[in-house]
């Protein structure tokens, strides 16, 4: 059974910098592309970024030119580097694989990401 394990999250002041990992157990993970998430209170969940498994990336024109996803397949983890953060990206951020509108895995726990001076 696959589980997907976020952590990195935290409190970070307007303009610094998170980054979040997700390790990604019971899978065949180079198989898999896979995307960050996030969703704010009262919000829906929101895709906002993916990796394929060539490493290919896109991102939501929200965290473009901010965020980086990144991949380490011997470690079966994905990473989110999070630069100048802006107070817009509060939210829990999780990871998973994208199938269409939807996602191959049960979703984990999340990271909450709190940005705030």
């Known amino acids: 059974q696959v589980q997907l394990v976020e952590s990195g999250g935290g409190l970070a002041q307007p303009g610094g910098s998170l980054r979040l990992s997700c390790v990604v157990s019971?899978?065949?993970?180079?198989?898999?592309?896979m995307g960050w998430y996030h969703q704010a209170p009262g919000q829906r969940r929101e895709l906002v970024a993916t990796?394929?498994?060539?490493?290919?990336?896109n991102y939501a024109d929200s965290v473009k030119g901010r965020f980086t996803v990144s991949r380490d397949n011997a470690k079966n983890t994905v990473y989110l580097q999070m630069n100048s953060l802006k107070p817009e990206d509060t939210a829990v951020y999780y990871c998973?694989?994208?199938?269409?509108?939807?996602?191959?895995?049960?979703w984990g726990q999340g990271t909450q990401v709190t940005v705030s001076s």
């Open positions: 990796i394929t498994r060539g490493s290919n990336t």
């Open positions: 998973n694989q994208p199938v269409g509108d939807y996602v191959q895995f049960s």
């Open positions: 019971g899978s065949i993970f180079s198989r898999y592309a």
